[in-house]
């Protein structure tokens, strides 16, 4: 299962909703399907898993949804430490891929 | 608190050895599966190698089968990965990371810092 991830660059202002896509090759379950956000230099962090449950400590600004073939990570109002790349992933049992990833950027 | 502390990480030639270390605490390391995740420079997250709770079995990424191998000694609480056969496609930063949730929702919750394999002649 490929994992598509668009846009790749999401040029925003601080306030600003952010909507980011990530399209799979074929259904998954929305429980097997998870949100990182990812700062330079930094490990990836837990934002949204179960395709919607937010992981502990993380803003009730993000939000995760979509089922089957189509997931989306909204972030309702862009805070300056909220510039960063955000990877959804997904698992099958006996392999695990990420999406390539979005870059949401101060405009 | 959960602690993964990635070393092992250095400049290789291309077809040589390296293995990598990850030193866990702050959880019972045997209950969890584990696995390692790499990041080429200025690239994407991808997956390498998984080990199961208990060490039950192991999966790996088509680019690394047959020449990484991931392991754990639990009295140490330390999960490894011998990378033989390196290749400069090899050359990223490698997390460990912990595999968490209940069935059936699952999801790496903890990350380390990462370790820096570079493979160059």
């Known amino acids: 299962i490929v994992l598509t991830q668009s846009p790749g660059t999401l040029s925003l202002s601080p306030g600003e909703r952010a909507t980011l896509s990530c399209r799979a090759t074929q259904s998954i379950s929305s429980s097997h399907l998870t949100w990182y956000q990812q700062k330079p230099g930094q490990a990836p962090r837990l934002l949204i898993y179960g395709a919607y449950i937010r992981a502990t400590g993380i803003p009730d600004r993000f939000s995760g949804s979509g089922s089957g073939t189509d997931f989306t990570l909204t972030i309702s109002r862009l805070e300056p430490e909220d510039f960063a790349v955000y990877y959804c992933?997904?698992?099958?049992?006996?392999?695990?891929?990420f999406g390539q990833g979005t870059k949401v950027e101060i405009k | 608190q959960v602690q993964l502390v990635e070393s092992g990480g250095g400049v290789v030639q291309p077809g040589k050895s390296l293995r990598l270390s990850c030193a866990a605490s702050?959880?019972?390391?045997?209950?969890?599966?584990m696995h390692w995740v790499r990041q080429a420079p200025g690239k994407g997250l991808e997956w390498v190698a998984a080990?199961?709770?208990?060490?039950?079995?192991?999966y790996y990424a088509d680019a690394v089968k047959g020449r990484f191998t991931i392991s754990r000694d639990f009295s140490t609480n330390t999960l490894y990965l011998q990378m033989n056969s390196l290749r400069p496609e090899d050359t990223a930063v490698y997390y460990c990371a912990k595999w968490s949730g209940d069935y059936p929702v699952y999801y790496f919750d903890f990350w380390g810092q990462g370790t820096l394999v570079t493979v160059s002649s």
């Open positions: 992933q997904q698992y099958g049992g006996s392999f695990w891929t």
């Open positions: 702050g959880f019972a390391f045997s209950s969890f599966g």
């Open positions: 080990t199961a709770y208990q060490d039950a079995v192991q």
